[in-house]
């Protein structure tokens, strides 16, 4: 069961919600049928789950960077700021995503250039 107190942080009354399309398999929407009921929708259910699944996110984020900040095997860069091994994880994650888009020619190469420099902070 997920603790009300996680919801909080991502949800208030004055949120307003926002209309999105999701897929779910034949399995997976079984699942959801059988345990929503009145006053439980679907939506609310999967709503919650975001919530807990982001908390869950934010939490290991915040212990990682807990962590990196005293771990003493940090690596500098040549601006003298430190970048911890998931930091470099992260930012080839995400310098890989856009190589693929450009090759699939869903961004230009001066937009797969601007937001390179933006990934790695130049």
């Known amino acids: ?3 009300e ?3 909080n942080n991502y949800f208030n009354l004055e949120d307003n919600l926002h209309r999105i399309s999701i897929q ?3 399995s997976q929407y079984s ?3 059988k345990i929503s009921r009145p006053g439980l929708s679907i939506s609310s259910i999967i709503r919650k ?3 807990f699944y982001i908390s869950h996110l934010d939490q290991k984020f915040n212990s990682e960077n807990k962590n990196n900040f005293e771990d003493s095997s940090l690596s500098k860069d040549k601006n003298n700021s430190y970048i911890s091994s998931n930091s470099e994880s992260y930012i080839e994650a995400e310098l890989i995503k856009l190589s693929s888009l450009e090759n699939k020619g869903l961004i230009s190469s001066e937009e797969y ?3 390179r420099k933006k990934v790695l902070g130049i």
Do not use: E, Q, R
């Open 1 to 3: 069961m997920m603790d």
């Open 24 to 26: 779910v398999y034949n």
């Open 31 to 33: 699942k959801l049928k």
């Open 49 to 51: 789950s975001i919530d």
């Open 5 to 7: 107190s996680n919801n």
């Open 113 to 115: 250039k601007i937001l």
